[in-house]
T-cell receptor
Framework: DQQVKQNSPSLSVQEGRISILNCDYT??????FLWYKKYPAEGPTFLIS?????DKNEDGRFTVFLNKSAKHLSLHIVPSQPGDSAVYFC???????????FGSGTRLQVQP | GAGVSQSPSNKVTEKGKDVELRCDPI?????LYWYRQRLGQGLEFLIY????????KSGLPSDRFSAERTGESVSTLTIQRTQQEDSAVYLC??????????????FGEGSWLTVV
């Protein structure tokens, strides 16, 4: 039972354009969401997060949107750069439980 | 060190042997996690330690897997009688104690285990 789903295994965009990575979840108890970026042969690194009390959080080129009614969040990268090419994982946690549930990841390829 | 340190970085073992994977969390971080990622799959939660509380072992896939943590420092993940399906990268992560539900965690580079 996959509680966090990233239905697109891969995404390719042109440099300078917007990248939109999507994530859906099924558990309404999740109240905190994070995005991680992972390069080959490295551990994931934290990118951006959002609490369920918000619907948007922005950090430079990265913005995360949360739609609680749809149980959907998305990561927008504008403008996309070749160095953004990596696998992006969506993760969620429940209040009082720190373990994260991860999606299966989306591989982003930014074409120069 | 500045980040989460894991060893060994690579391990090849024969089926049926036991392996130990080590994690040194970031100094001062009270929470420590083990995850694994098998080829083509997402990150899978294994176990979580928080201070002196009982660990959350709900993600351990079988009784061949166990983990220990000494105080708020080093942790060891042990896999007994390894099987080929145990082949994966095992990721350790740590996070500081926070009073809120938010928990940004920091990952090590992983220990790549291959069971042949």
């Amino acid at each position: 039972d996959q509680q966090v789903k990233q239905n697109s295994p891969s995404l390719s965009v042109q440099e300078g354009r917007i990248s939109i990575l999507n994530c859906d979840y099924t558990n309404s108890m999740f109240d905190y969401f994070l995005w991680y970026k992972k390069y080959p042969a490295e551990g994931p690194t934290f990118l951006i997060s959002i609490s369920s009390i918000k619907d948007k959080n922005e950090d430079g080129r990265f913005t995360v949107f949360l739609n609680k009614s749809a149980k959907h969040l998305s990561l927008h990268i504008v403008p996309s750069q070749p160095g953004d090419s990596a696998v992006y994982f969506c993760a969620a946690s429940k209040a009082g439980r720190r373990a994260l549930t991860f999606g299966s990841g989306t591989r982003l390829q930014v074409q120069p | 060190g500045a980040g989460v340190s894991q060893s060994p970085s690579n391990k090849v073992t024969e089926k049926g042997k036991d392996v130990e994977l080590r994690c040194d969390p970031i100094s001062g971080h009270t929470a420590l996690y083990w995850y694994r990622q098998r080829l083509g799959q997402g990150l899978e939660f294994l176990i979580y330690f928080q201070g002196n509380s009982a660990p959350d072992k709900s993600g351990l896939p079988s009784d061949r897997f166990s983990a220990e943590r000494t105080g708020e420092s080093v942790s060891t993940l042990t896999i007994q009688r390894t099987q080929q399906e145990d082949s994966a990268v095992y990721l350790c992560a740590s996070s500081p104690q926070t009073g809120s539900a938010g928990n940004t965690i920091y990952f090590g580079e992983g220990s790549w285990l291959t069971v042949v």
